[in-house]
């Protein structure tokens, strides 16, 4: 079946640092999406692009769908980014999850 | 802003009993999924609904039964509980089913089973 691999699996960063998360998929994907989760919290849907590059403030998500990988870049890393950050892939089905990046940003 | 509720948050109870989780969606949308998340995070897709029909079954136990009224809820029941059924559950809608479907998520339900 369709398999999601995410890396890394945990990030400790500094404030201030930029963070690359990656997501590799194992079939062809029509969307993909990343989600941010704080523990004990809900899932929030931060960005979905089926291809190409989508902004939102801090954060980049790029999708290369041919490759069957995404990217999620978040700059200037502030301590309430710190949580789980999980990207979930779609083909025409029900999205399929990675097991997540924990994120620790440092002051 | 909430739009995707789930009942109860949290539920403990013991083995062999029967419990029955609610989720209801304001967003209109089509499409609701029922998603386990066990301790190390992983989400696995159990069930997914479309317009009350059932199009998503993941390989789960019988016990694990979906109950679509309508459109806007879906409940999990499940018939006799196993340690292992231990995890959060959560809820999820989208406008449709398809290529285009960003998911709305619930809170979640945290099971404990003892």
């Known amino acids: 079946g369709q398999q999601v691999q995410q890396s890394p699996a945990s990030l400790v960063l500094q404030e201030g640092e930029n963070a690359e998360l990656q997501c590799n998929f194992s079939?062809?994907?029509?969307?993909l999406q990343w989600f941010y989760q704080r523990p004990g919290g809900s899932l929030v849907s931060l960005l979905s692009?089926?291809?190409g590059t989508k902004h939102t403030g801090r954060l980049t998500s790029t999708t290369v769908t041919k490759e069957r990988r995404g990217s999620l870049h978040i700059s200037s890393s502030q301590i309430t980014d710190s949580g789980t950050y999980l990207c979930a892939m779609s083909n025409n089905n029900a999205p399929r999850f990675g097991a997540g990046t924990k994120l620790s940003v440092k002051p | 802003e909430t739009a995707v509720f789930q009942t109860p948050n949290y539920h403990v109870t013991q083995v062999g009993n029967e419990v029955s989780f609610n989720c209801k969606q304001t967003l209109g949308h089509d499409t609701m999924y029922w998603y386990k998340q066990d301790s190390k995070k992983l989400l696995k897709i159990m069930f997914s609904y479309n317009n009350k029909q059932l199009i998503v079954n993941e390989t789960v136990p019988r016990r694990f039964s979906p109950q679509s009224s309508d459109k806007a809820h879906l409940n999990l029941r499940i018939k006799s509980v196993e340690p292992e059924d231990s995890a959060v559950y959560l809820c999820a809608s989208s406008p449709d089913w398809g290529s285009q479907n960003t998911l709305y998520f619930g809170a979640g339900t945290r099971l404990s089973v003892l």
């Open positions: 692009n089926p291809s």
């Open positions: 079939s062809t994907a029509t969307r």
